[in-house]
C-alpha cells in the first residue's frame, strides 16, 4: 500500500474513533489548565468541561504568510514539547528512504526537516494527516489564536470524558 494511502486511512480511523467519544462539530473552547502540577488540554462547552487530556503542541501556521513554525523555535514552548518535536522530525527518514518523489513525498520530507517553512495552504490538511500518523496522537485540534495563527494541538490520551 502506498505510504500517502495509510497516512489517510490512518487519519479516517482516528477519526472515527474519536467521533464515537466526542462531537467533532461541536465548537468547543480550549483551554490549557494546570492539574496535578501538570498542563492539560481541556475541552468546554457552554462552560462545562467535555473533555481533559494531555496534548502536544507541533506549532503555528500563518495564513497569511503562509509560513509554518514548528514549536520547538516558539518561545516559551517547554522543554518537554520541545524534544518530543525533536524526536518526531527524526521520522523524516520515513520519506528519505521511500525512493517516492512525489510531490507529497517531498513536501513531507521537506515539512519535516524544515524549522520553519513557506506552506501553500492547499498542503495545511496534510500536515494533520502525516502528524496523526507519525504519533500516537488521538486527534490534532486546529484552534485560532489571538493573531490569526492556527495552532495545531495533538489530544494525546483522554483523561476525563464528560
Given amino acids: 500500500m502506498k505510504l500517502l494511502k495509510k497516512i489517510s486511512e490512518n487519519s479516517k480511523k482516528k477519526f472515527t474513533q474519536l467521533k464515537k467519544k466526542l462531537n467533532i462539530e ?17 475541552l468546554k ?7 481533559v487530556g494531555d496534548f502536544n503542541f507541533y506549532g503555528i501556521y500563518n495564513k497569511d504568510t503562509q509560513i509554518w513554525n514548528w514549536a520547538n523555535i516558539i518561545p516559551e514552548v517547554d522543554m518537554k514539547q520541545i524534544k518530543f518535536i525533536e524526536q518526531l ?13 512525489s510531490e507529497v513525498n517531498v ?7 524544515n524549522d520553519s517553512m513557506v506552506i501553500p495552504s492547499k498542503y495545511v ?14 486527534y490534532i485540534f486546529n484552534p485560532t489564536n489571538s493573531v490569526n495563527n492556527i495552532q495545531f494541538i495533538g489530544l494525546s490520551n483522554i483523561l476525563e470524558l464528560h
Fill in 45 to 51: 462547552e457552554d462552560k462545562k468541561t467535555k473533555l
Fill in 107 to 113: 513536501f513531507f520530507y521537506q515539512f519535516l526537516t
Fill in 26 to 42: 461541536t465548537n468547543y473552547t480550549i483551554t490549557f489548565d494546570t492539574i496535578n502540577k501538570e498542563k492539560k488540554l481541556v
Fill in 89 to 101: 522530525r527524526m521520522k523524516a527518514y520515513t520519506f528519505e528512504k521511500n525512493n517516492d518523489s
Fill in 125 to 138: 490538511g496534510l500536515i494533520v494527516d502525516l502528524i496523526l500518523y507519525l504519533t500516537d496522537d488521538l
